[in-house]
DNA sequence: ATGAAAGCGCTAACAG
DNA sequence: CTGTTAGCGCTTTCAT
């Protein structure tokens, strides 16, 4: 077991004072001579030698870990959001910290304890809780951060969101040009959701003076299934909007077992089709985001954050597209 | 701007000294009187104050950091298996750092001088290369170290995979009994990749003397899908076995532009369904895989490694399961 | 039952 | 152009 070089060892090794090492490692090569650069170059080569995060960011007071709260880890939104992320930070010399919440509220509020313990310079968030004092946690200590996917109210830290109300309304101009007469939305709880609530809002205020009726069915709620198929049922020309990739699943699920015809007897259109919705038969339409970019623009921002550059708490809106194909 | 809390400042708020805050928070409360425990107990509250966890990693060479290197973060195998990973430590005092390589061997290497440099206490690696001396950074330094899905060989570390060979075996069977001719595998390069291999070759040990033909087929390759389909035709009764999820959606897709019928054309089984293989018609079978387990056995033999035990550097294999369906 | 003091590996005045 | 020194926030002997 061999002990970890230090910056003592470079020192002695190479004949100069550890200032001289520091200057060194942090670029401060103005007033160094040839020589001694050359030598402590050879040195840190030599010894394998990497400085001790831990203890510079003890003395600067800067860790470069930027945290990640997710809400869940395992989803295909998440995955391409983290992509995003990463790529981005990878350029840079901060690491990233990611942690899963995996839907609870308990569990996320541990894991940003947990980040502020270990004293990160920033935090993505994808909050669970609408409310931003439930993050006080984070204003007290001041640390910057950026919103992805959805937002707290009032608005507490700038968010890089899909641009879920416009897309609403668009969609519902299709809806109104195929002529359809009643959307059933199909969503998790969308209350303190701020995409969902957006996505179902736009909806409803395209929609407005058209006649089409809106409904929402969350399928969180017991039996979702038998109070879908209903609303269906009494309808001549009935679609469902699923607000999220995983609804979009239930519900194909769902035409499937119930013997449905998409598009005859339901329409179907719904988010994050991620690649599957052309492969099944009907082929999905769909609205697909840009996770990927909407990680790489909030890891943009929360960097000049971090780096003092004020933020102003505004939303980014990252345009998706509506992908038509036979289910609507 | 609020400066931070230190330990100093609640040792003068509670009329102790740093000595007793330091045994408070690490539990020592042999010869501590109730009444110092509760004052402390209190100040900590009221100040609300945590311990700077790089001054404690400075002092006790213990960074309570994990790294995690995955091959691609953005896809469904890796999701879960940082849901597995992601669960066990939340329940310890360790925090994860995952990175990723994006297939990139280079981006991998400088992940992990980045992990180093951040003192990680340990790390779970889904290794992109198959010599265990291109990981020589990590032997030198003496890191705990736990592979997962893959492994290098000769082998350096504790590796937790599924049973890809053994199941390979059990497909051989089921491709006799449903009598088809020969088996085209197609897979990304499986060369160095332990996962595909094995898979590869249990399948052949399978299928000695049985007559079937095997035939490896690499979708990296130019053109791939005109050699497959020049197979197709030339063998009566062929099957697809694509070796991971991705290389499944692509064979999926090549059937549907050349409207080759499933399974009367060429039947189809292959990695990682991913809830998605019920959906579409036919219905694809498919060789399941746990990642979330092994993210979880992997977490906990790294955690008992990086505590000291001596972990024998052995292969856990985590059961699959084939979901026999329609394509098949 | 508690404190004083040294030191982990590094950076940043300040000095020369 | 380079070194001396103090100190970041904590843990840990060694005292008492």
């Known amino acids: 077991m061999d002990k970890k070089v230090t910056i003592n060892d470079i020192a002695t090794q190479a004949g100069v004072s550890k200032t001289t090492i520091s200057r060194y490692l942090n670029g401060k090569f103005d007033n160094m001579s040839s020589n001694t650069k050359a030598r402590i170059e050879e040195t840190i080569d030599k010894l394998d030698y990497r400085p001790n995060r831990q203890a510079q960011a003890l003395k600067t007071h800067h860790s470069f870990l930027i945290g990640v709260s997710v809400a869940d880890i395992s989803n295909m939104y998440t995955s391409r959001l983290l992509k995003g992320i990463g790529e981005y930070f990878q350029k840079t010399h901060y690491q990233v910290l990611i942690m899963d919440a995996d839907n609870s509220v308990a569990r996320e509020l541990s894991n940003l304890e947990k980040m502020m313990t270990e004293q990160v310079d920033g935090i993505i968030l994808q909050p669970l809780v609408h409310q931003p004092e439930h993050y006080q946690l984070l204003v007290a200590e001041n640390t910057p951060v950026v919103q992805v996917d959805r937002y707290t109210e009032p608005f507490a830290w700038p968010a890089v969101v899909s641009d879920n109300f416009q897309k609403s309304v668009e969609l519902a101009k299709i809806f109104k040009t195929k002529s359809y007469d009643a959307i059933l939305v199909l969503a998790n709880h969308i209350n303190g959701v701020s995409s969902r609530m957006n996505r179902y809002n736009g909806l409803e205020a395209g929609l407005t003076g058209s006649g089409i009726t809106v409904k929402l069915i969350e399928i969180d709620g017991s039996d979702w299934q038998s109070l879908l198929h209903a609303e269906i049922k009494q309808h001549q020309h009935p679609a469902i909007f699923a607000l999220n990739g995983q609804v979009l699943w239930s519900a194909v699920r769902f035409a499937k077992e119930r013997?449905?015809?998409?598009?005859?007897?339901?329409?179907?259109?719904?988010?994050?089709?991620?690649?599957?919705?052309?492969?099944?038969?009907?082929?999905?339409?769909?609205?697909?985001?840009?996770?990927?970019?909407?990680?790489?623009?909030?890891?943009?921002?929360?960097?000049?954050?971090?780096?003092?550059?004020?933020?102003?708490?505004?939303?980014?809106?990252?345009?998706?597209?509506?992908?038509?194909?036979?289910?609507?």
């Open 259 to 328: 013997s449905l015809n998409i598009p005859e007897d339901v329409g179907l259109i719904g988010y994050d089709d991620d690649q599957f919705a052309d492969m099944i038969t009907p082929a999905i339409s769909s609205v697909s985001q840009n996770p990927q970019e909407i990680g790489r623009v909030a890891a943009e921002q929360l960097l000049s954050s971090v780096n003092g550059q004020a933020t102003p708490p505004k939303n980014t809106r990252i345009p998706s597209e509506i992908q038509m194909r036979d289910s609507l």
